[in-house]
């Protein structure tokens, strides 16, 4: 069976950190397409940012210079740095594994029960 678990989430200030991790069991991890998922209350999931199996990395506009995703394949762990984080960010965070790509980017198959992050101004 395949499991993702998510922590780090917690109440920050804007401006503040984050550090999210997420473990991963029953799958080859370091075969899979790992990303980052949120969503906030009223609005439709956004990808974050995923880290490719030779870990690349793709992230989200909104994103971009503030967070970081990296991958350690040995401790099948996934982890998510946020920095400069803004009330904006406020959201419930999805970690997700995809075996395969396409045409419209990874099909992520399994995910986390996810981790919530909160950002006060």
């Known amino acids: 069976e395949v499991q993702l678990v998510e922590s780090g989430g917690g109440s920050v200030q804007a401006g503040g950190s984050l550090r999210l991790s997420c473990t991963a069991s029953g799958l080859t991890y370091d075969r899979y397409i790992m990303g980052w998922f949120r969503q906030a209350p009223g609005k439709e999931r956004e990808r974050v940012a995923h880290?490719?199996?030779?870990?690349?990395?793709t992230y989200a506009d909104s994103v971009k210079g503030r967070f970081t995703i990296s991958r350690d394949n040995a401790k099948k762990t996934l982890l998510l740095q946020m920095n400069s984080l803004q009330p904006a960010d406020t959201a419930m965070y999805y970690c997700a594994a995809a075996r395969y790509n396409s045409a419209l980017g990874p099909r992520f198959d399994y995910w986390g029960q996810g981790t919530q992050v909160t950002v006060s101004s």
């Open positions: 880290i490719d199996t030779r870990g690349s990395t």
